[in-house]
């Protein structure tokens, strides 16, 4: 019934941000004990969690990417937006969305392919 969806540019250019939303739908965001996070998957190799926002607002960030990105909630229109700033080729990924329990995140988007390319 939870369904999530991933939108935003295909290409960024070096040194833009890169800008994401996900839309859900059949769940809320407000959901006590509920989280949201994005995930990536650059080319050949695994899963890397960029961050989350949970239900009380509160954020998490991957250390590796914590200066560079910021999640935010639009609870009115039940989506949150990721924003990667600085980004260079190695962001280049298949970037999810993915929600539910803070514990186990277990709606997942299907994905979008961002490049990063001049």
């Known amino acids: 019934q939870v369904q999530l969806q991933e939108s935003g540019p295909g290409l960024v250019k070096p040194s833009q941000t890169l800008s994401l939303t996900c839309t859900v739908s059949?769940?809320?965001?407000?959901?006590?004990?509920?989280?949201a996070s994005w995930i990536r998957q650059p080319p050949g190799k695994g899963l890397e969690w960029i961050g989350g926002?949970?239900?009380?607002?509160?954020?998490y960030y991957s250390p590796p990417l914590k200066s560079r990105a910021s999640i935010v909630r639009d609870t009115s229109k039940n989506q949150f937006s990721l924003q990667l700033s600085s980004v260079s080729p190695e962001d280049t990924a298949e970037y999810y969305c993915?929600?539910?329990?803070?514990?186990?995140?277990?709606?997942w988007g299907q994905g979008t392919q961002v490049t990063v390319s001049s």
């Open positions: 993915a929600g539910g329990s803070e514990l186990s995140q277990e709606y």
């Open positions: 059949g769940g809320s965001l407000a959901t006590s004990g509920y989280c």
């Open positions: 926002i949970c239900d009380t607002g509160d954020t």
